[in-house]
């Protein structure tokens, strides 16, 4: 069975903080997608990223960046220099691999991390 | 980017109304429409999986009779809660994913909905 497991409920920082989003996954698929979404308080999802299990490239974005580690299960998230506009719930997400005419490619999410930017 | 809008963006309805919630993709054609559900201050769960032209595969513990998906166009679903409680009061994302050529998945804004 697919499961997702952000260990962190809620995170608070100061503002220029560097703060790190633990993420670890469970799938007996060899083939699958990661994802990253932040959830402001408006409710809309905001796609963040999207990774498959074949690309471990560490990624950068800005101030976004991503560690993806298959040995351990784990895509971690970190904000470097972190803002008070990132104050959101952060969500990771697991998808098997789609594939046309099999499967569905739902996203399991994780139960979210709470991110507190204080000025 | 490609855009998925849901309509309405909150409702309020009273018990035992029935309450439609729509979901397009605007600039895309989608076969494979998600409805998730997510109560306050918790993740996100998939209640069902709609195919365009075919019947929604429902996820364990979602009733189906309760929660009606219809998916009658490569860019509408619509889910309607029938005979609603406040125990269905939740906000509910649908995502759409694109048919071609990387099966991409686009979410929704989400719709509120408040059952008093």
């Known amino acids: 069975a697919q499961k997702v497991t952000q260990a962190q409920t809620e995170i608070s920082v100061v503002e220029k903080e560097d703060v790190t989003l633990d993420c670890v996954y469970e799938?007996?698929?060899?083939?699958?997608?990661l994802f990253w979404y932040k959830q402001p308080p408006s409710g809309e999802l905001v796609f963040l990223i999207r990774?498959?299990?074949?690309?471990?490239q560490n990624e950068i974005s800005g101030r976004y960046s991503w560690n993806f580690q298959k040995s351990t299960s784990s895509f971690n998230f970190t904000i470097t220099a972190s803002q008070v506009v990132d104050s959101a719930v952060y969500f990771c997400a697991l998808s098997e691999a789609y594939s046309y005419g099999g499967s569905q490619g739902n996203l399991i999410f994780g139960k979210g991390t709470k991110l507190s930017v204080k000025p | 980017g490609a855009v998925v809008s849901q309509h309405p963006s909150w409702v309020i309805c009273k018990s035992g109304t029935s309450v439609k919630i729509e979901c397009r993709s605007l600039?895309?054609?989608?076969?494979?429409m998600f409805w998730y559900r997510q109560f306050p201050k918790q993740s996100l769960m998939l209640m069902a999986t709609s195919n365009e032209g075919s019947k929604a595969t429902y996820e364990q513990g979602v009733e189906k009779d309760k929660f009606l998906i219809n998916h009658a166009s490569l860019t509408l679903s619509t889910l309607t809660v029938t005979s609603a409680h406040p125990e269905d009061s939740s906000f509910y994302i649908c995502?759409?994913?694109?048919?071609?050529?990387?099966?991409?998945?686009?979410f929704g804004p989400g719709t509120r909905l408040t059952v008093t």
């Open positions: 990774r498959n299990s074949f690309d471990e």
């Open positions: 995502s759409a994913r694109r048919a071609t050529p990387t099966y991409e998945q686009y």
């Open positions: 799938t007996r698929d060899t083939t699958y997608y």
């Open positions: 600039d895309f054609q989608a076969t494979t």
